[in-house]
C-alpha cells in the first residue's frame, strides 16, 4: 500500500492538480488536447488553422496548458510545435491521484 504525505505537506501536491485541472476545466483547451492526440506534434500556424483561432488566443490557451504540463513546446528556428505530454496526462488517470481520495485501506 502507497504511504501517502501528512495533509500539511499535500498543499503543494493539491496546488499542482489545481493547476492541471483548471487547464482541462476549458471545452477549447480540450479540444487543443485532443487535436495534439489526432496528429501529434503540430506547429502553432497549424494548430490555429486547425482550431479556427486567431494565433494570439490559441497562444494564450497554450501558455495555461504549457504551464499544466499538460503539452509541451519544442521551438525549430522562429516556430514552436506543441505535443501532448502523454505522461503527464496519462499520470493524472494514475494510481496516485487515485489514492489520494480514497481511504487507505482502498487505496490501489
Given amino acids: 500500500m502507497k504511504q501517502l504525505p501528512l495533509l500539511s505537506s499535500m498543499d503543494e501536491t493539491f496546488e499542482r492538480y489545481e493547476a492541471k485541472f483548471k487547464a482541462l476545466a476549458d471545452k477549447k483547451r480540450l479540444q487543443i488536447m485532443y487535436e495534439l492526440t489526432q496528429r501529434g506534434k503540430v506547429c502553432v500556424c497549424d494548430l490555429a488553422e486547425i482550431m479556427g483561432m486567431a494565433q494570439s488566443k490559441l497562444s494564450y490557451h497554450l501558455k495555461i496548458l504549457l ?42
Avoid at 504551464?67 to 496516485?96: C, F, M, P
Fill in 67 to 108: 504551464d499544466a504540463g499538460l503539452i509541451t513546446k519544442e521551438t525549430d528556428g522562429t516556430w514552436n510545435y506543441y505535443e501532448l505530454n502523454h505522461g503527464e496526462v496519462n499520470h493524472l488517470l494514475s494510481e496516485e491521484l487515485c489514492c489520494i481520495f480514497r481511504a487507505s485501506n482502498h487505496c490501489c
